[in-house]
């Protein structure tokens, strides 16, 4: 095995690990909100992972909500439990979905990508709010999830979910990063870069961005179907266009450099909206307003880059991410 | 090198923008391992000959011929899976990237399929980036981003990017321009060097008539989207037409006011 490829894999492994003994000492509201906010990083890594390829989805929240129905479905109307099983069909739901929606956008760029996954996104959530038959705006309740036949009483199914959000998070984090520094990843760049020399090359764009928005649309579903679980109730909401602006939100804090930091962004704006809530209420939005700001201002690169900094990887492994160039148009 | 097969073949290529004519009853007939210099004032109509050649255009009408089957429809990606791979007037690179990062990715761009689980850098990868750089005189800006090279050094890239699949046709868009005038002749010999071990066909876009002399084996001489000349280098640089109207060299009586800067711009 290539000596990078050993190293991502013993990180993931590394870092799951230890989330998971961290875990056994969190209390239970955190353990929720940590949960919470993984769900939330999977969608962000599939709009990082998009971002690479020079596109950002501003209707992420489409996937997220067809993840979390699939599962909420498949638990109330065929009595499905399992909280693995559950999250696959999420995943594999949304990725479906991605796999039928990306041929047909991928040659949009900037903002008639976006707003056309917000219209897409809009679209699901009208439809939702409609049908009565699944709880219309109301949405549903799902039954408490299992995990192998195991029915965890009330005090545990936190730290039970938790745990499964920790290996699914870390496996999917790991997985992003084998593929951000793989070849076909690196042509993501190259598409980001200059579309033109990656045809003229003999490579196909169109296939990077169906790919990439694919790979979004699953990470998204997997977001979707883990908060429904965690959250125990979903509604249409899952795809109003506020909730995809979260999502883009905590992917610009976090800058695709790193698959960590997108876990970190959405736990900050988790914190930030819990603690505002209590202390100071109405005045979360602001709070995260500001938080963006900064972020722009002195950290182009996001979180990520700070992580880069401190990690100080080999000159091979930059493979043109700088992080200075974020955010600023070229001359 | 030239041989009588001939492997790239344009006919009857039009091509308007509005009221200009880019292209106008263009037969050109390109023999397997030719050095074919392509000359004419800015918007003589080359560059648009290049971007027909290679799908980027496509002709108002007449057809493109790659080794006898029509190409005229595709694309750039497919005309460059068939073996046609070009650089551009200005370099189309990827400007973050190092310059052994932008040869390797034109490496994967040039595989059939590459592996998600793999990393980039691997060792074959790497190996086969600096030996496409060291051909090229450009080991010493591996590492550097070529946002940050110098102008030559952008050319060469740009070629040498162009090179990885081993085309069978090279389409060079003046690979000297923007260039010093003592860096030309070295650029140029460095290409032809890097160049001389494959049997490729070359067709490239020159203004220094030295260079044209030196390194082609026939020339094309445009003119208002037309071919006004076409023939060895010697017979079209005295041909009085391409004298009047491309190099300007035919003295102050007949050569139109500002012509040789036209030439040379
Ligand atoms: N995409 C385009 N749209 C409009 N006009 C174009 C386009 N490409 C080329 N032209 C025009 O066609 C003519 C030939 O241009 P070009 O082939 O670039 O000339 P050259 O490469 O010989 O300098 C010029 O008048 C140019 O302005
Ligand atoms: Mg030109």
Same mark, same amino acid.
């Given at each position: 095995?290539?000596?990078?490829?050993?190293?991502?894999?013993?990180?993931?492994?590394?870092?799951?690990?230890?989330?998971?003994? /961290?875990?056994?000492?969190?209390?239970? *509201?955190?353990?929720?909100?940590?949960?919470?906010?993984?769900?939330?990083?999977?969608?962000?890594?599939?709009?990082?992972?998009?971002?690479?390829?020079?596109?950002?989805?501003?209707?992420?929240?489409?996937?997220?909500?067809?993840?979390?129905?699939?599962?909420?479905?498949?638990?109330?109307? !065929?009595?499905?439990?399992?909280?693995?099983?559950?999250?696959?069909?999420?995943?594999?739901?949304?990725?479906?979905?991605?796999?039928?929606?990306?041929?047909?956008?991928?040659?949009?760029?900037? !903002?008639?990508?976006?707003?056309?996954?917000?219209?897409?996104?809009?679209?699901?959530?009208?439809?939702?709010?409609?049908?009565?038959?699944?709880?219309?705006?109301?949405?549903?309740?799902?039954?408490?999830?299992?995990?192998?036949? *195991?029915?965890?009483?009330?005090?545990?199914?936190?730290?039970?979910?938790?745990?499964?959000?920790?290996?699914?998070?870390?496996?999917?984090?790991?997985?992003?990063?084998?593929?951000?520094?793989?070849?076909?990843?690196?042509?993501?760049?190259?598409?980001?870069?200059?579309?033109?020399?990656?045809?003229?090359?003999?490579?196909?764009?169109?296939?990077?961005?169906?790919?990439?928005?694919?790979?979004?649309?699953?990470?998204?579903?997997?977001?979707?179907?883990?908060?429904?679980?965690?959250?125990?109730?979903? =509604?249409?909401?899952?795809?109003? *266009?506020?909730?995809?602006?979260?999502?883009?939100?905590?992917?610009?804090?976090?800058?695709?450099?790193?698959?960590?930091?997108?876990?970190?962004?959405?736990?900050?704006?988790?914190?930030?909206?819990?603690?505002?809530?209590?202390?100071?209420?109405?005045? *979360?939005?602001?709070?995260?307003?500001?938080?963006?700001?900064?972020?722009?201002?002195?950290?182009?690169?996001?979180?990520?880059?700070?992580?880069?900094?401190?990690?100080?990887?080999?000159?091979?492994?930059?493979?043109?991410?700088?992080?200075?160039?974020?955010?600023?148009?070229?001359? | 090198?030239?041989?009588?097969? /001939?492997?790239?073949?344009?006919?009857?290529?039009?091509?308007?923008?509005?009221?200009? /004519?880019?292209?106008?009853?263009?037969?050109?007939?390109?023999?397997?391992?030719?050095?074919?210099?392509?000359?004419?004032?800015?918007?003589?109509?080359?560059?648009?000959?290049?971007?027909?050649?290679?799908?980027?255009?496509?002709? =108002?009408?007449?057809?493109?011929?790659?080794?006898?089957?029509?190409?005229?429809?595709?694309?750039?990606?497919?005309?460059?899976?068939?073996?046609?791979?070009?650089?551009?007037?200005?370099?189309?690179?990827?400007?973050?990237?190092?310059?052994?990062?932008?040869?390797?990715?034109?490496?994967?761009?040039?595989?059939?399929?590459?592996?998600?689980?793999?990393?980039? =850098?691997?060792?074959?990868?790497?190996?086969?980036?600096?030996?496409?750089?060291?051909?090229?005189?450009?080991?010493?800006?591996?590492?550097?981003?070529?946002?940050?090279?110098?102008?030559?050094?952008?050319?060469?890239?740009?070629?040498?990017?162009?090179?990885?699949?081993?085309?069978?046709?090279?389409?060079?868009?003046?690979?000297?321009?923007?260039?010093?005038?003592?860096?030309?002749?070295?650029?140029?010999?460095?290409?032809?060097?890097?160049?001389?071990?494959?049997? /490729?066909?070359?067709?490239?876009?020159?203004?220094?008539?030295?260079?044209?002399?030196?390194?082609?084996?026939?020339?094309?001489?445009?003119?208002?989207?037309?071919?006004?000349?076409?023939? =060895?280098?010697?017979?079209?640089?005295?041909?009085?037409?391409?004298?009047?109207?491309?190099?300007?060299?035919?003295?102050?009586?007949?050569?139109?006011?500002?012509?040789?800067?036209?030439?040379?711009?």
């Amino acid at each position: 095995m290539h000596a990078s490829t050993r190293r991502t894999y013993l990180s993931g492994l590394i870092l799951a690990a230890a989330l998971l003994v /961290v875990g056994f000492l969190l209390p239970a *509201w955190l353990l929720f909100t940590v949960t919470k906010a993984i769900g939330y990083g999977l969608v962000a890594l599939g709009i990082i992972t998009l971002m690479r390829g020079g596109l950002v989805s501003f209707g992420q929240g489409l996937v997220y909500c067809i993840g979390a129905y699939a599962a909420g479905l498949l638990a109330t109307r !065929i009595g499905v439990t399992e909280a693995p099983l559950l999250l696959l069909v999420g995943m594999v739901a949304s990725g479906l979905v991605g796999l039928l929606v990306g041929p047909l956008i991928a040659r949009y760029r900037g !903002i008639f990508f976006a707003m056309l996954t917000v219209a897409l996104s809009m679209v699901l959530y009208g439809i939702l709010v409609k049908m009565n038959a699944i709880g219309g705006s109301d949405g549903f309740t799902l039954p408490e999830p299992t995990f192998f036949g *195991w029915q965890p009483d009330v005090g545990t199914s936190d730290l039970a979910l938790y745990v499964t959000a920790v290996i699914v998070a870390c496996a999917a984090a790991t997985a992003c990063r084998l593929y951000y520094d793989s070849m076909a990843g690196m042509m993501a760049l190259a598409v980001r870069e200059n579309e033109l020399r990656v045809e003229y090359l003999g490579s196909s764009v169109f296939n990077v961005t169906v790919r990439n928005f694919a790979i979004a649309a699953a990470l998204g579903g997997l977001g979707g179907s883990l908060n429904a679980m965690a959250l125990g109730h979903i =509604d249409p909401l899952f795809s109003f *266009w506020t909730t995809s602006g979260e999502f883009v939100f905590i992917s610009v804090l976090a800058g695709h450099l790193s698959v960590g930091a997108v876990f970190v962004s959405a736990l900050i704006l988790e914190l930030v909206r819990s603690f505002s809530n209590r202390y100071f209420p109405e005045t *979360w939005q602001m709070i995260i307003g500001i938080f963006l700001i900064a972020t722009i201002i002195f950290l182009p690169g996001g979180v990520g880059s700070l992580f880069q900094r401190v990690l100080k990887r080999g000159p091979a492994a930059g493979r043109g991410e700088s992080a200075e160039n974020e955010g600023r148009a070229a001359p | 090198m030239t041989s009588d097969t /001939v492997i790239l073949e344009a006919r009857d290529l039009q091509k308007r923008f509005g009221a200009v /004519v880019a292209a106008q009853d263009i037969n050109v007939k390109v023999a397997s391992g030719e050095k074919l210099s392509l000359i004419g004032a800015n918007g003589a109509g080359k560059t648009t000959f290049m971007n027909m050649v290679t799908g980027y255009l496509k002709p =108002d009408s007449g057809a493109i011929l790659l080794e006898g089957g029509d190409v005229t429809k595709l694309n750039p990606r497919q005309i460059t899976q068939r073996g046609v791979c070009r650089s551009f007037q200005i370099p189309q690179l990827y400007e973050p990237m190092t310059a052994l990062e932008n040869v390797m990715v034109a490496i994967g761009a040039s595989g059939r399929r590459f592996s998600f689980f793999q990393p980039a =850098d691997l060792n074959e990868t790497v190996e086969q980036a600096r030996a496409m750089l060291k051909r090229f005189a450009l080991d010493p800006y591996a590492h550097r981003p070529v946002s940050e090279l110098p102008g030559g050094v952008r050319k060469l890239l740009d070629i040498a990017m162009a090179l990885v699949r081993n085309p069978k046709i090279l389409l060079l868009d003046e690979p000297t321009s923007g260039v010093s005038v003592d860096e030309k002749f070295p650029l140029m010999e460095t290409v032809m060097e890097a160049l001389a071990a494959e049997a /490729v066909t070359v067709i490239f876009v020159e203004h220094d008539m030295d260079i044209v002399t030196r390194y082609s084996d026939r020339v094309l001489a445009f003119y208002q989207g037309q071919v006004i000349a076409d023939d =060895d280098p010697s017979e079209v640089l005295s041909d009085p037409a391409v004298q009047k109207y491309v190099t300007g060299t035919a003295g102050p009586a007949t050569a139109p006011a500002g012509a040789e800067k036209e030439a040379e711009a």
